[in-house]
């Protein structure tokens, strides 16, 4: 049975309040300016939303933050942020390498508006370059990521599901995206196998991505889904709340029930010590978690 509730990351944020901003309220708080300097986190997320996380490979006390005005960096220490480059564009679809420090695929709208269809950083996210309109493009991915089981393969959703197999400069459209597509996530086992967060549950593709059989039992909205290096399936469950698994297996681990009202939207796992992991929730708050995310503190509080 399908759940009624509708649940996408767009309604969260407008839920929230943060998805009215718009670009007109965050210019004047200062973003169309080209200096960089220091903010404070918490100003931060008032001014804008995050459309995606990574922790710097180059540096672990630094995390990366993708906005609806560009690619900002987070001293996790002093909960001080800096934008890392010139660009705001609005960084709807956000991945980092899994095995090129300093590596970026992103897409979503310039912000003089459009589409950015595919765009590469290799410098950490100070330049980016278009590599590919994409099919039907240029392509506006919301959802997208890199294989960490081969990093040649590309997923992303634009008019449905888009596949790469060179690392981002051509694509195909493979079939259709699953009903009420809120995430996906690629395999770190199998380059072929894609996970689907969707309002009706977590869902698995064996290859084709045409063929889909669920990865979790509820039938639940789930608002993320995310598949560490190691291969540990991550994913939030509405009225379950945080549980994983190891790819391999099929038993499911609850780490957190306990968010109350939140949602987790965005989750990244530090690549060399994946039981560090951060979160993004629909309030504009970012959490950050030593032991995988059985317990959590919120950054950015004094």
Do not use: C
Not at 103 to 115: D, I, V, W
Not at 138 to 144: A, L, R, S, Y
Not at 193 to 204: F, K, P
């Amino acid at each position: 049975m399908r759940t009624n509730i509708k649940i996408t990351r767009r309604s969260m944020l407008m839920a929230s309040g943060l998805g009215a901003l718009g670009l007109g309220g965050a210019f004047a708080l200062g973003f169309g300016a080209p200096a960089r300097a220091e903010t404070p986190l918490a100003t931060l997320l008032s001014r804008t939303h995050v459309h995606g996380l990574a922790v710097d490979r180059q540096d672990p006390h630094r995390l990366l933050i993708a906005t609806h005005h560009g690619l900002h960096a987070l001293d996790i220490d002093s909960g001080l942020t800096m934008q890392v480059s010139d660009h705001r564009d609005d960084l709807m679809g956000f991945v980092a390498h899994p095995v090129e420090p300093g590596a970026f695929l992103a897409s979503g709208h310039p912000a003089r508006g459009g589409n950015l269809g595919v765009i590469a950083s290799s410098d950490g996210g100070e330049r980016w370059v278009q590599i590919s309109a994409g099919v039907n493009g240029p392509v506006d991915f919301h959802q997208m990521d890199i294989s960490k089981a081969d990093p040649a393969v590309v997923w992303g959703n634009h008019g449905g599901l888009q596949r790469s197999r060179d690392g981002g400069a051509t694509w195909e459209r493979v079939a259709d995206a699953p009903t009420g597509l809120i995430d996906i996530a690629a395999s770190a086992r199998d380059p072929e196998r894609l996970y689907a967060a969707t309002e009706g549950g977590l869902w698995v593709s064996a290859g084709d991505a045409r063929n889909w059989q669920r990865a979790h039992p509820a039938q639940a909205p789930v608002s993320f889904v995310e598949v560490t290096a190691d291969g540990i399936l991550h994913a939030f469950i509405l009225g379950e709340g945080l549980v994983r698994r190891a790819e391999d297996e099929t038993a499911w681990e609850s780490l957190h029930p306990g968010f109350q009202d939140r949602f987790l939207l965005y989750f990244a796992a530090d690549p060399l010590t994946p039981e560090r992991v951060f979160a993004a929730t629909q309030h504009g708050e970012l959490l950050a978690s030593e032991d995988g995310g059985r317990s959590w503190r919120r950054l950015g509080i004094e």
